[in-house]
Structures are given as structure tokens and as C-alpha cells.
């Protein structure tokens, strides 16, 4: 299995993982083990709520087509929008593809629960050990966390979740990168240039 195989697959799996969160059943209140810090930040609700619903037909159009080529990618980006696991799972997204490396981005299936909002579920995940690591970050001043289903970031990948509002949050991965630097520095960069997008900007 190549790197850029197994990095596709992993944003399907950190995407379904991020979902499913949301299935379990939950209590009002601070979810167990999460630091109040992380709970109280984690909606994103000090930011104007973006709506990534528009771009969920077209979601390689969140990147402007600038980016991806200044990044080493040629070819255009590869959209998943209508498979099965897109639709039921993971939500939709687009992936640009570079030799060994890739660049994702994912917008989230709507989140239906109003005791997660934004990415509390990312770190309820984290606390339950299905995330290996959750660490909080931010993009643009919204809310988001380096976060995986294993921790390949020395390996060079490296996915950021991004709270948009408090139902709506997003993925951005780059995979087959040099290091962790490298990688989330990548993430990071993708992350925020699609919030620039969402901002109309």
C-alpha cells in the first residue's frame, strides 16, 4: 500500500471516527476527562459562524486553485461527493494528489448534537482512546486541534480539525510530508486558506 493509499484512508477513518462521536450517548456538561479549557474553547463560538454547506457539491473549490499549485500540485483535485461513505460517514471532500504526497480537505457531516458542539467530540475521542492525540491549536482564530486516529506526524502526516460554527467543523490533512513540521504546518496553512474562502475573502 502506498503512502498516498494509506493517507486517503486515514482521513476516512479520522472522519467516520469524528462522526460517530456524535452517535454515542452523552450528558449536558463537561464531557469526562476533557480540561475545561478545551470544552469552553471548542465551539468556536467567539468567531462569526461560517457555513461550508455551499461548497459541500464542490468542495475542492474551498482551496483556491492557486494554493494547491504553489504547494508542488498540478492536478486538479479529486472530489468525493457522492459515494456512499462521503454521504452516510464521513462528509464531503476533495484531494490533491503529488507523487507521495496528498493534501485533503473534508467538511464534516453536520453535527446533530447539541452536548458536542464545534470539536468537543474530537477530544472526547481522545479522552475515550480512540484518537491517539487531540492537542488544541487554532486557525484564523477559530477553534481547531491536530488530531489523528494515530499519531504519524513524525512520518510526515498530519490532519487539523477546525470548529466553523458550532455544527458545522471541517478536516484538512497533508500526507507524505517530510516530518511533523512540515506536515502540520501544511494542514495548518490548508486549514486556514479555507477559512479565508468561507469568510468570502
Not at 6 to 26: E, F, H, V, Y
Not at 56 to 61: G, H
Request: with cysteine.
Amino acid at each position: 500500500m502506498t503512502r498516498t493509499t494509506r493517507g486517503l484512508i486515514a482521513a476516512l477513518a479520522l472522519g467516520t471516527a469524528l462522526i460517530l462521536a456524535g452517535c454515542s450517548q452523552t450528558t449536558a456538561g463537561t464531557p469526562t476527562g476533557t480540561t475545561a479549557s478545551e470544552t469552553s474553547s471548542s465551539s468556536g463560538s467567539a468567531m462569526p459562524a461560517l457555513d461550508p454547506e455551499p461548497y459541500r457539491d464542490k468542495p475542492c473549490e474551498l482551496l483556491s486553485a492557486d494554493l494547491p499549485r504553489s504547494l508542488g500540485y498540478t492536478a486538479p483535485g479529486t472530489a468525493d461527493i457522492s459515494s456512499r461513505v462521503s454521504t452516510l460517514f464521513t462528509g464531503q471532500g476533495c484531494a490533491w494528489i503529488s507523487g507521495a504526497k496528498t493534501i485533503q480537505i473534508q467538511i464534516l457531516l453536520k453535527n446533530q448534537d447539541p452536548n458536542l458542539p464545534g470539536i468537543t467530540k474530537t477530544f472526547l475521542q481522545r479522552d475515550r482512546g480512540v484518537l491517539a492525540y487531540a492537542d488544541p491549536t487554532e486557525a484564523s482564530g477559530y477553534q481547531a486541534a491536530f488530531a489523528d486516529l494515530t499519531d504519524e506526524r513524525a512520518r510526515g502526516n498530519c490532519a487539523v480539525i477546525v470548529a466553523l460554527s458550532s455544527d458545522e467543523s471541517a478536516v484538512t490533512r497533508a500526507s507524505g510530508y517530510n516530518n511533523a513540521q512540515d506536515s502540520c504546518d501544511t494542514a495548518k496553512q490548508l486549514a486556514e486558506a479555507m477559512i479565508k474562502t468561507l469568510q468570502g475573502s
